[in-house]
Nanobody, 112 residues
Framework: QVQLVESGGGLAQPGGSLRLPCAAS??????MGWYRQAPGKERELVTT?????STNYADSVKGRFTISRVNTNNTLQMNSLKPEDTAVYYC??????????WGQGTQVTVSS
């Protein structure tokens, strides 16, 4: 069975940092990443990382967020946080046969 477990969410001050680990298991994943969904907004792509280590970032987080990966685990390091980063963050993992798996989500709140 495939499982994705996010952690590390919580409350941060503007300009602060949070670290979101995602522990995945049960398959080999060609790509992993993170989406986020703010209240009243549609879910949006934040970042992706391939099995080879290539990364992509949304313009809104470029230079502030960094994704890293070791096998089926990844970590989203979020620095210089802004209030507009407040959202539920979801880890994703894509198998080589075309299935996307989603974590349960973790809340990130950046005050003021």
């Amino acid at each position: 069975q495939v499982q994705l477990v996010e952690s590390g969410g919580g409350l941060a001050q503007p300009g602060g940092s949070l670290r979101l680990p995602c522990a995945a298991s049960g398959s080999i994943f060609i790509s992993m990443g993170w989406y986020r969904q703010a209240p009243g907004k549609e879910r949006e792509l934040v970042t992706t990382i391939t099995s080879g280590g290539s990364t992509n970032y949304a313009d809104s987080v470029k230079g502030r967020f960094t994704i890293s990966r070791v096998n089926t685990n990844n970590t989203l390091q979020m620095n210089s946080l802004k209030p507009e980063d407040t959202a539920v963050y979801y880890c994703t993992a894509d198998t080589f046969y075309g299935r996307r798996y989603w974590g349960q989500g973790t809340q990130v709140t950046v005050s003021s």
